[in-house]
């Protein structure tokens, strides 16, 4: 068997952090505020602020502060975080078909 590639285990680890997906999924409804965000999705505005610092350090988000009083600050997905769009929506796809919770048992 041929080990993996360091790259594959490398995004395997970074997507595989609690609410990335959802973060990334988010974010391909187009530009949003991080109030937003913070409203749409159910972790705390620490863990959001800790999601997105992380993908913004791969380079996968933009971020956008506007000197406007209070701050607005926006993110944005880059070229780099646009690409895996198809994969995230291949992803929802799968789970949609193949994945059950406990509930629907």
Do not use: H
């Not at 109030?35 to 999601?51: K, Q, T, W």
């Not at 506007?66 to 198809?86: C, D, H, M, Q, W």
């Amino acid at each position: 068997m041929a080990p993996l590639c360091p790259k594959f285990e490398k995004a395997m680890q970074l997507f595989s952090k609690r609410w990335v997906g959802l973060v990334l999924s988010e974010l391909l409804k187009g530009e949003r505020r991080f109030s937003e965000m913070e409203a749409d999705l159910p972790i705390s505005g620490r863990l959001l602020s800790d999601r997105l610092k992380l993908l913004e350090k791969e380079g996968i988000v933009n971020r956008k502060v506007y000197s406007e009083f209070p701050v607005r600050i926006e993110y944005s997905l880059t070229e780099k975080g646009k690409a895996l769009e198809p994969v995230i929506r291949e992803i929802e796809d799968w789970a949609e078909k193949w994945v059950t919770l406990e509930c629907e048992k």
